[in-house]
């Protein structure tokens, strides 16, 4: 039996899942709690940016864990979760997932699905993780600023999916590439590299506190951070926004 999701809170509406998880861990709840809601009011993605969760529509889905690892191996987590989601759109819904780096997943250049993992750190050590998942899956259009850069299950597939059968699918794999990142984390590198277009080879755009640059992607490290080819010199980014060069729409590998 999975681990992950053993211990399921429903909620028709919250802030965000990952909210009501942090409370939960902070509590001492053990690990493996998912919390799932209908709705967020409040759900938010990497840097601070909203995540539209309209009823019924999405998956919102977060998960409590807790690693006994060194706070500078929790990079994995973001990435072990990108792998679930991709293989999962993949093998299950027929969709041909990519993950731009490092944990957003796309199909046809479109985002479907946002990660945000959230961390409590003492010392070196982690007390505990919070994976935030957040899977467009009944929207047959979007409004506004997303309009042009979101889809959705409905829309990839043309059949209606509910977000109960989503995470079903979801939880298993997730369990299976969480365990892989705590005893073989470089299988979490080679997985992702070989489900995602932008790993080597790209020519990108990234943005990093830096400002942008332009060069060749190149892998990423055991850690997970993005190798990037800039001027014949091969720099690591632990953290930026990455857009392709050509503004075409990569096709994802086998």
Not at 47 to 61: D, Q
Not at 73 to 85: E, H, K, Q, Y
Not at 118 to 147: C, D, T
Request: with cysteine; proline share 2%.
């Amino acid at each position: 039996m999975n681990k992950l999701g053993s211990t399921l809170l429903r909620f028709d509406t919250v802030t965000s899942t990952n909210d009501i998880a942090r409370q939960m861990a902070q509590r001492g709840v053990e690990e493996g709690l998912a919390v799932v809601a209908k709705s967020q009011t409040a759900g938010r993605g990497r840097k601070g940016r909203g995540w539209t969760s309209p009823e019924g529509e999405g998956l919102y889905l977060s998960l409590l864990l807790r690693p006994r690892i060194n706070a500078a191996d929790a990079s994995l987590l973001p990435l072990s979760a990108a792998i679930a989601v991709a293989e999962t759109l993949r093998f299950d819904f027929h969709i041909e997932a990519d993950i731009k780096w490092p944990n957003d997943i796309l199909a046809r250049g479109r985002k479907i699905c946002g990660i945000l993992v959230e961390s409590a750190i003492e010392g070196h050590e982690l007390q505990y993780a919070i994976m935030g998942i957040g899977i467009n899956v009944r929207q047959r259009e979007f409004e506004g600023e997303i309009a042009a850069s979101a889809t959705s299950i409905l829309i990839e597939s043309a059949a209606e999916r509910s977000t109960d059968e989503v995470m079903s699918s979801l939880l298993a794999r997730l369990d299976l590439w969480y365990r892989e990142s705590l005893v073989r984390p470089e299988r979490i590198i080679a997985r992702w590299e070989e489900l995602s277009s932008y790993a080597r080879g790209r020519e990108v755009t990234i943005i990093s506190s830096e400002g942008a640059m332009e060069g060749t992607t190149r892998g990423l490290t055991r850690r997970g951070s993005l190798l990037v080819e800039i001027d014949s010199e091969t720099r690591e980014f632990f953290s930026g926004e990455v857009t392709l060069r050509n503004r075409q729409i990569a096709k994802a590998q086998q």
